[in-house]
DNA sequence: AGGAAGATCTACT
DNA sequence: GTAGATCTTCCTA
């Protein structure tokens, strides 16, 4: 399978995160890899996008996010760390990945974070992060290069797509910048 | 220096 | 369905 290279993160936003559906995410932990197909996500903007973390402006803490696409953008909120990607045209913007469906390394992953059913296992942004072990030790990561300790390879996969507003935000733009696999089980709640 | 808010999750009823 | 836990960053609301 082929590694997703920069020109894939230099589209509009919410097209990158309509086409990672489907992709697979991996995290190389020494020699072990953990990850799984990536079934949803949510587009973020910047200034004209209140729900963003850069509608402030740049700042030290969300700096890559105006950085250069195929990067690495990673914060906490509440206990938990959110995985973005950095995708965009104009200057900034990025991708949260809200869900994978876990297929390598599930039982590391169970061990990062025990979970009794498997369903539970990366179902939600925070979840995801436990389980693979992602903190802000890999904010700024450049993900096309495979050496690195993520990376996001291409990948056929036919599914339908669902849209919807986005969850947890609220002051939300009105178009669907959620998109997720319909009938997925790995789909967050 | 301190409190509030937040792109959450779990555990309880 | 609702409460509470509890981390990082921001702003003095």
């Known amino acids: 399978m082929q590694l997703l290279k920069r020109e894939f993160y230099s589209r509009r936003t919410d097209l990158v995160a309509r086409d990672l559906l489907g992709k697979i ?24 996008d209140p729900a963003s973390r850069a509608f402030h402006g740049k700042k030290t803490y969300n700096k890559v996010m105006f950085e250069e696409p195929g990067h690495l953008f990673i914060y906490n909120v509440h ?63 450049d993900i096309t290069d495979a050496s690195n300790q993520i990376y996001v390879l291409d990948n056929e996969f036919e599914c339908e797509l669902g849209t919807s507003h986005r969850i947890g ?10 998109f997720y696999v319909k009938n997925n089980r790995f789909v967050s709640k």
């Open 79 to 141: 206990k938990y760390w959110m995985l973005n990607i950095i995708a965009h045209t104009d200057g900034v913007g990025g991708i949260l990945i809200r869900a994978i469906e876990p297929t390598k390394g599930i039982e590391a992953m169970k061990r990062n974070r025990p979970a009794k059913q498997l369903q539970d296992l990366t179902s939600g942004p925070g979840k995801l992060t436990l389980a693979l072990d992602v903190d802000k030790r890999l904010n700024g990561l």
């Open 25 to 48: 995410l991996v995290r190389r932990i020494g020699d072990a890899k953990l990850g799984g197909v990536i079934v949803e996500t949510e587009a973020y903007f910047g200034r004209d």
């Open 169 to 178: 935000v609220t002051r939300d733009l009105p178009e669907h910048l959620r």
